[in-house]
């Protein structure tokens, strides 16, 4: 089991970054175990993770913000800490189509995403029983055209009594309010199941047949404001032909739709995210 | 040498059209090799594209339509023949960006292509060298906002003289006017640098970087009149990173555009291209 | 409900093959609905594929044979038809990894195989609760050094009992025996997790790391006397860096078993794949 | 036009590394471009690769090599540096097939690799024109059973006199002597048709034909004394079908010979290549 901490950096870019959080780790003893950095030349942006051993390391958790703070405040940085110890807390929420939800839960199962789920929130009864056989509390959340303030407030009160980290939209069809995409900023996961910016919207694998595309598509996002406009952390595509109708087309989109989805939650629980100019970097 | 005819045949689905194709085929002593159909259930249309050897066969290029007339009549069909006796004359319009016609002057000189050009037409003098290496005449069209068409009209001249078939756009940075396309249905192949339908228009390399997306693609496709919007033939797409700059795609696109155009290229010249709905069938 | 047959052909490539066949089905008023066809030069061999609608033809499951014959044998055909009222029966063997038998269960569920699913059969008893979820019988079959033959012989059993018409190695790490093999030609599909012919045999991401090579595999084949070296159903591959580690191989490698097995099975349910010459052709 | 020094590291991994090369680059105002590192683990070892602007720091290239030598020396480093302002000299060799060539010409002349191309060498006059139309000196020498040390002592002769620093084989069908082999240590870079290590060897294509493979590749390699085993630099593949024949399998390689080769001889040019381990870790 790794014992490490990450921290994701971002600030204006200037020399001297990289050897001012060098030598602060190396004066703690810290054994660098990965570090990759960026810069955005346009934006003058400097982006940066290291992850390092936490054993033999002089730095605890709970000092290091007071350690770390004559660094961060001298190059103006943005800065996160996190640390295997604490594995984040996912809520899954998903509507009648099962097969990101069974895809997530046999991974979480076989211990490919290092995270806690200590809940699932579905509009409908459908997937009740895969999340009691994955042993994962399941909650019934009804959502109509009348009550979705009251439903959203439901959610909200669970995901606060649950402490819940990060929130997957596992083909979750119901566009959620401003409201809650305000309080869970970048911690929203959405599949969207074509290759945005194409086919923005409701039903894109029939508008890609009818476009008749070559390949369709899915895309993992944060979810922002604005539908499907939200900065896209992976997509990946597969090719189709004229043989293929529409269903042919939908069974298809979800093998693409699994493991675009899976790659976002991973990387987003290992801490390899790091959102600016409504992009993503992610750190591999 | 391949001394072959290919039969493309649109019509509406009904029984017993294999059949009597395949009888007429047999009657004539037609060696058939290669056969492929396709039906579309929804708009309930028949699809096929025959290919057979002219050795052996009593069946002559000439005397096709007369033989074939009571069963085209009888199936009400849409049909083109064509035949490796006769190539496809192709004239390419480039302007200053040279990759896609210098790699399809690479396969038609290795033979990959098996078709005429006898011009390229070009708005600017930079790929006079490149054509005359690879022993093409090179016709220079200056094209401004004032004399759009008269350039037209020395274009049409030449594609007239020279009895044109196919037109290939190889990154030609003119769009063509509503006239232009009208006379050519079918026949003119366009390349544009993103996956359709995202990123109609310019610059789809620029907002490909502005949007943060995780691939970019390149589509080849028959011109109509609504810009981008034509039945489209291939596609494909290629991962970028973080870390690549709207010069690293460019550089990236180059390689897709080059193969995506060429494949486009290469279909319609072996007669593999059926049309309808605004859909390509590319039979393989 | 689809309720159609399909008639999988092999013969000596002819003439008049296809308008026979073609005449055959219209005569009994069968409205084809697919059909593909292959001829391979080389080998003077002819190959095809077509369905029909059951709706509406006067041909009878049971009576085709009799009625097929006279153009069966003027042509010395090997054909075997299927049909959609008679769903094939697979078994799944599986030892201790539960990615390829979970995906293959969910789908399953889905309607995306259109199989029985009789039973399972482990040399574990790690995925007996996963079969239990899903509803299909368990058998927990030992097998060590002494008592393959018994072991085998209890399979037989159940195959037999089941009438198992394809027996899927969903990650089963047992080598079958030359009499197991020969039991069920054609009808035993493995998946194997590197793009053979590279490393064939044990531990082939280990030795995919060792080699350093930029892309993994997986490959879905029937299984045959010689290891690893049947007809080739299906391959895929995903591309990885130096950052990854055998683990991570393991991890990606997932993936592409899980949908490069599921694809193979498919397609042998939807009668779409014929043999020869250690060869599969796989008619889409 | 960048005028950038980049310097790669190799030695065992232990704390202060980073902060030693980066306190190193700081203190000589050394504005880092980009730096990426990679630590192995099981070997216990430490790369690097960091780029920096030589405008603006004190760092001179002939400087360095003093300057840098405690650093160096306390951990035991490996280390080159190399700089924008010095390009490498680059000979490509080729035999018959000129794709790769003709591919690697236009990329130069398009600015995409940043070398020179001081001559090419062939055992035959075919690509002559094209080497003369790129304005590159095109040398002959025959190659045959009797005089391959001839032939070798006058490419030799050549290299030393062109100071050439790296040698493309773009599809050069000449087996290398041990003693050609050994010295250009990683500095000789082979284009092999397969994904190695399948179809080691002549005729891969042939053979992979013969195996029923779904798919094709291609293999750009640093060359060492075995044949096809050395260090794997990119590799790529494309989906064949049952259609395709074997002259279909060739052209489609090219496709991916052209772009597979491009992308090794782009990465060594810009230093983004390490070897250890008989593997590559390419840095982007």
Chains 1, 2, 3, 4 share one sequence.
Request: charged share 25%; hydrophobic share 40%.
């Amino acid at each position: 089991m790794k014992n490490t901490a990450t921290l994701l950096i971002t600030c204006p870019d200037q020399k001297g970054l990289v050897a001012a959080i060098a030598d602060f780790l190396y004066r703690h003893d810290a054994n660098i175990l990965h570090a990759d950095q960026h810069q955005d030349a346009e934006n003058n942006l400097f982006l940066m993770r290291v992850e390092w051993d936490l054993e033999g390391s002089t730095l605890s958790l709970d000092g290091f913000a007071e350690e770390f703070a004559p660094i961060a405040s001298r190059f103006d940085m943005n800065w996160q800490l996190k640390s295997t110890q604490k594995r984040p807390r996912v809520a899954i929420m998903v509507s009648q189509y099962d097969h990101c939800l069974a895809d997530l839960l046999h991974r979480h199962q076989s211990g490919e995403l290092n995270c806690e789920i200590p809940l699932i929130i579905s509009n409908h009864r459908h997937t009740e029983k895969l999340a009691e056989f994955y042993g994962i509390p399941f909650h019934y959340i009804e959502v109509n055209k009348d009550n979705k303030p009251e439903a959203e407030a439901q959610q909200f009160a669970l995901f606060d009594r649950h402490e819940i980290d990060l929130i997957v939209l596992a083909r979750y069809m119901q566009i959620l309010s401003p409201d809650f995409v305000k309080r869970y900023p970048q911690r929203i996961i959405n599949i969207h199941h074509s290759f945005l910016p194409a086919f923005i919207g409701a039903r894109p694998y029939h508008r890609a047949f009818e476009r008749g595309v070559k390949l369709i598509g899915a895309t993992s996002h944060y979810v922002t404001e604005v539908l499907d406009e939200g900065p896209i952390i992976e997509q990946d595509i597969t090719r189709i032909s004229h043989r293929e109708q529409v269903d042919d087309l939908i069974q298809k989109g979800r093998d693409l739709e699994r493991v675009v989805l899976s790659r976002a939650v991973r990387w987003h629980i290992e801490n390899r995210i790091l959102v600016y100019a409504n992009k993503t970097v992610v750190f591999d």
